[in-house]
Each structure stands twice: as structure tokens, then as C-alpha cells.
């Protein structure tokens, strides 16, 4: 196991939910931690554990160009991200479809950007939070009726991986010696605001509060702080250092997804 002791991060969307999870979680273990979220007043959680603070607009070239050459991280992790529109797909507007485009997809363009082009010191690794939800119709399969809800969150946490190999395409090209991962949630966590309303928003057409939902899909609950652990774990255990995506699931080890 690496220590990670003074080793720097960065979490985008690190005031709440699963980015405050695993800013605690890095803290504790030593890291010398940079919290970014819009907010100014809900980073004061992440300030409570000891991480440093930036208010900023994770799909801001700028604020993520200055937050990688100001804070030199070992890790940026690109962990921003929209809450879902919940409502089936005749009932969206283009711009409630599109919001994971215009905030996940485009924070990960920025960050990976700003990682390259700053560039981030090499060695740097950059873990991208996609979710397991990008692995529908695919291996292992998830029913694409489980998702209908989501508007266009699919494609764009399938875009995310898929970008993550772009970006190892570029570093390996120019020599930059960054590796470029996805983190992929594979079940969904009601205690984070944007787990909740996606898992209110399906039990409530099945009748059950959003935890039973949560336990008939997947038979168990993943805590954020369970989350933090296993994402501080990854950093840390070289066995992890050279794949591209990871899955997480409760009581389960961390499961290599694409080497
Ligand atoms: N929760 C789950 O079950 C689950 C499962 C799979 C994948 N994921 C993914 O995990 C990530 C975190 O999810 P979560 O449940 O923790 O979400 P959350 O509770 O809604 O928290 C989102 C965080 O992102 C920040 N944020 C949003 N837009 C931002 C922007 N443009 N610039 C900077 N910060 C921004 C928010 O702070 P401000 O609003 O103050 O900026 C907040 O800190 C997301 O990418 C999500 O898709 C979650």
C-alpha cells in the first residue's frame, strides 16, 4: 500500500454526497486535500475535516486550468455532477435531457484538459466518476427500464469513459506519464441528495420508500462514507494503479471493469 501522507488531491463536487465522502475519507489517511464546489457555504463540511477550500465552477476552464497549476495535484478527481430530471422521456425539455451533457461531460472535458495542457505533474492520475448505469445494455447487463427516468445520463457517464481512453491516448503520445481512470458507482446510494431522488423517483412508482427500492434492485445499501473508503483504497493499492475502470459495490472488493 502507497501512503498517502501529504499526497495532494483535488475533488470537484467535494461539499457533499460521495465528493465530501471521499475528501473525508482522503483526509483522514493523511492527503493533503482541495474541495471545489460552487457553493461557498456547503464547502464549510469539507473545511471541517481539515480539506482546503475553492468556490468554482467545475466546467470552468479557467477556475479548473488555475485550481491544477495552484493546488500541483498527484490526483484530480473529476467527481462534479447534475441531479437527474426523473421524469419519463416525452416529458423533458432539451434542457433537462441535456444537463449531464452541459455538467459532467463538459466538467470532464475541462478537467482532462486542464490535466494535459497545464499539464498535471507527471505521474498525476486523474479518476473520473462515471456510474455503473453507463453499463446498460452492456456487460453486465442492466435492463434499460431501470433507467427510464434518467434523461440523458447514460450517454453521457458512458461518454466519460470512453473519454477517459482519449485522454490516455494523449499522455501516452506526448510522454505526460498521466493515467487517466473511471470510478463506476454500480449501485445506487439513497444518503447522497442526488441518490435519494433518483431512488424516491422509481420507488414511488413502485410503492416503497426509496431504501426498499434501493434493496430490491440491488440487495444491499453502499454508504458514502463506504464509497470514500474503497476510492482511498484504489489511490493507495498499486494493484489498482493501471486499469481504466473500476465498480463498486457494497461487501464487495473493487471490481476491475476495463484493464
Ligand atoms: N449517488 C449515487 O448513487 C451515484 C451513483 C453513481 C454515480 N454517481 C455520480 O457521483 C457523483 C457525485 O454524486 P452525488 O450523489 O454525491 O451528488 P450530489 O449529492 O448531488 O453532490 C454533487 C456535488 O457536485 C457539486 N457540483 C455540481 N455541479 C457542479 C459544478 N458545475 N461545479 C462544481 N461543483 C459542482 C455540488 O456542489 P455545488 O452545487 O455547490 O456546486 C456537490 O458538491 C456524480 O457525478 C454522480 O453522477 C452517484
Known amino acids: 500500500m502507497q501512503d498517502l501522507n501529504g499526497k495532494r488531491v483535488v475533488v470537484t463536487g467535494g461539499s457533499e454526497g460521495l465528493g465530501l465522502a471521499m475528501v473525508e475519507a482522503l483526509a483522514a489517511s493523511g492527503a493533503h486535500v482541495t474541495a471545489l464546489a460552487r457553493d461557498r457555504v456547503k464547502l ?8 482546503a477550500v475553492v468556490a468554482g465552477d467545475a466546467t470552468d476552464a479557467a477556475v479548473m486550468n488555475s485550481i491544477v497549476g495552484d493546488e500541483a495535484p498527484d490526483v484530480l478527481i473529476l ?3 447534475a441531479r437527474l430530471p426523473m421524469k419519463p422521456i416525452d416529458e423533458q425539455s432539451w434542457e433537462e435531457f441535456s444537463t449531464h451533457w452541459n455538467t459532467d461531460v463538459k466538467a470532464g472535458l475541462v ?3 486542464a490535466a494535459l495542457k497545464v499539464p498535471m505533474t507527471s505521474g498525476g492520475r486523474i479518476l473520473i466518476m462515471s456510474s455503473g448505469a453507463s453499463m446498460v445494455l452492456s456487460v453486465p447487463r442492466i435492463e434499460p427500464e431501470s433507467l427510464r427516468l434518467s434523461g440523458g445520463y447514460v450517454g453521457a457517464k458512458r461518454m466519460l469513459w470512453f473519454m477517459a481512453h482519449s485522454a490516455n491516448t494523449v499522455s501516452r503520445e506526448r510522454g505526460l506519464k498521466l493515467h487517466f481512470q473511471v470510478l463506476m458507482p454500480s449501485q445506487l446510494m439513497p444518503d447522497t441528495t442526488l441518490g435519494h431522488l433518483v431512488a424516491a423517483g422509481y420507488a414511488e412508482l413502485e410503492g416503497v420508500s426509496a431504501e426498499e427500492h434501493v434493496m430490491q434492485r440491488y440487495g444491499s445499501i453502499m454508504r458514502p462514507a463506504d464509497f ?6 484504489l489511490i493507495a493499492d498499486p494493484r489498482y494503479a493501471s486499469g481504466v475502470a473500476y465498480g463498486f459495490r457494497a461487501n464487495a472488493a473493487i471490481m476491475p471493469l476495463d484493464a
Open 44 to 51: 464549510a463540511a469539507a473545511e471541517r475535516v481539515g480539506a
Open 79 to 81: 467527481n462534479a455532477g
Open 228 to 233: 470514500g473508503q474503497r476510492v482511498t483504497e
Open 111 to 113: 478537467g482532462i484538459q
